[in-house]
């Protein structure tokens, strides 16, 4: 099992949950029949950790220069696409002396692309490890400039991603942030799909800085291999949890990796049988209606938590992890870094 931006492994989560009638929930989410043709796949796609996911770190807030090229790129494709993409902000990452003006137009680079933007805290926090009280202030420090531009720009931010994917160490916990996101007008976006490519990217980035050109071509082909395993799996557990396959919510991140291979990415995708769909109409669909009653030490696919509502246990063993050269690279990697 890999745990989003946490240390790749596979272990027994631990798993508690409220008492939540399912009765009849299967039916109201509509089986597909035996030999019913299937539905065009449809998929959201969701970018993490604007205005840039910088190699090794989830804290480094990057060299200009370089995020002016990731971020004109990526929103780029994703127009080339017809991609109605959201992509989830650390306004920390904004806040560099002299710097300022011009780091909050790479968010405008996504706005004038027609995309839209969500609140991804202020510094990156890891509920697990925050008081709740300084995490809703991370969240509420995090909207301030993204706010502003968006109201600029006829939209308002509505959505928020919990770095990490961790929701709560605690039910409590997990209830009480629930609550003032609703107040503060925010919905949760989940993650069905998770290619680990922040995890490529990290290998991209140190090939980069070693000038070998064989590692980034390597890391780029086993990226794609694992995305393709990626897929086929989490396509088979929709079809498992709720008789069809459910529109995806997939997780991507601001980054050089996807500055040089989202294109061929969403080419690889949409010859799969996707359609990109916008984050509100993949989670109009009633299968997000399932509850999430996971609480637990990792980040995990939203797939996972709803085979608790189904009386199952998560399944951590099947998920298919990245090579195990990427994991360790990239573990080593961010280790360098942070000394």
Same mark, same amino acid.
């Given at each position: 099992?890999?745990?989003?931006? *946490? &240390?790749?492994?596979?272990?027994?989560? /631990?798993?508690?949950?409220?008492?939540?009638?399912?009765?009849?929930?299967?039916?109201?989410?509509?089986?597909?029949?035996?030999?019913?043709?299937?539905?065009?796949?449809?998929?959201?796609?969701?970018?993490?950790? %604007?205005?840039?996911?910088?190699?090794?770190?989830?804290? *480094?807030?990057?060299? &200009?220069?370089? &995020?002016?090229?990731?971020?004109?790129?990526?929103?780029?494709?994703?127009?080339?696409?017809?991609?109605? =993409?959201?992509? +989830?902000?650390?306004?920390?990452?904004?806040?560099?002396?002299?710097?300022?003006?011009?780091?909050?137009? #790479? %968010?405008?680079?996504? &706005?004038?692309?027609?995309? @839209? %933007?969500?609140?991804?805290?202020?510094?990156? /926090?890891?509920?697990?490890?925050?008081?709740? @009280?300084?995490?809703?202030?991370?969240?509420?420090?995090?909207?301030?400039?993204?706010?502003?531009?968006?109201?600029?720009?006829?939209?308002?931010?509505?959505? +928020?991603?919990?770095? +990490?994917?961790?929701?709560?160490?605690?039910?409590?916990?997990?209830?009480?942030?629930?609550?003032?996101?609703?107040?503060?007008? $925010?919905?949760? =976006?989940?993650?069905?799909?998770?290619?680990?490519?922040?995890?490529?990217?990290?290998?991209?980035?140190? !090939?980069?800085?070693?000038?070998?050109?064989?590692?980034?071509?390597?890391?780029?082909?086993?990226?794609?291999?694992?995305?393709?395993?990626?897929?086929?799996?989490?396509? *088979?557990?929709?079809?498992?949890?709720?008789?069809?396959?459910?529109?995806?919510?997939?997780?991507?991140?601001?980054?050089? #990796?996807?500055?040089?291979?989202?294109?061929?990415?969403?080419?690889?995708?949409?010859?799969?049988?996707?359609?990109?769909?916008? %984050?509100?109409? =993949?989670? !109009?669909?009633?299968? $997000? !209606?399932?509850?999430?009653?996971?609480?637990?030490?990792?980040?995990?696919?939203? #797939?996972?938590?709803?085979?608790? /509502?189904?009386?199952?246990?998560?399944?951590?063993?099947?998920?298919?992890?990245?090579?195990?050269?990427?994991?360790?690279?990239?573990?080593?990697?961010? =280790?360098?870094?942070?000394?």
């Amino acid at each position: 099992m890999i745990g989003h931006r *946490g &240390l790749c492994l596979t272990f027994a989560a /631990s798993i508690t949950f409220g008492s939540v009638s399912l009765a009849g929930l299967a039916p109201r989410l509509g089986a597909q029949s035996a030999g019913q043709p299937t539905a065009q796949r449809t998929i959201a796609i969701t970018v993490d950790d %604007l205005p840039g996911a910088i190699p090794g770190t989830d804290k *480094g807030p990057g060299d &200009l220069k370089e &995020l002016q090229k990731v971020n004109r790129a990526i929103p780029s494709i994703l127009r080339t696409h017809h991609v109605p =993409a959201i992509g +989830f902000v650390n306004e920390y990452k904004l806040q560099v002396a002299g710097e300022r003006d011009a780091r909050a137009g #790479l %968010l405008q680079m996504w &706005l004038d692309a027609g995309l @839209s %933007l969500g609140n991804h805290t202020y510094s990156h /926090s890891d509920l697990q490890t925050t008081p709740l @009280s300084q995490y809703e202030d991370d969240i509420i420090h995090g909207e301030v400039v993204t706010r502003a531009l968006m109201a600029a720009s006829g939209q308002t931010e509505k959505y +928020f991603r919990h770095p +990490f994917l961790n929701t709560g160490p605690t039910a409590e916990a997990k209830a009480a942030l629930e609550a003032f996101l609703k107040q503060r007008g $925010y919905a949760v =976006a989940p993650v069905t799909l998770d290619c680990a490519d922040w995890m490529f990217n990290d290998i991209l980035g140190e !090939a980069i800085e070693k000038r070998d050109k064989k590692l980034a071509a390597r890391a780029k082909k086993e990226y794609f291999e694992y995305v393709d395993t990626v897929f086929g799996y989490f396509e *088979g557990v929709t079809r498992n949890l709720f008789g069809r396959e459910i529109p995806q919510i997939l997780l991507l991140h601001d980054s050089e #990796l996807n500055a040089e291979e989202l294109d061929a990415f969403l080419t690889r995708i949409e010859q799969r049988g996707y359609r990109f769909v916008s %984050l509100d109409e =993949a989670l !109009a669909d009633p299968a $997000y !209606a399932t509850p999430d009653l996971y609480v637990g030490p990792e980040g995990i696919s939203w #797939l996972n938590r709803w085979r608790i /509502s189904f009386g199952q246990d998560p399944d951590f063993k099947h998920n298919p992890d990245p090579p195990k050269w990427v994991m360790q690279m990239s573990n080593d990697y961010r =280790a360098s870094k942070s000394n």
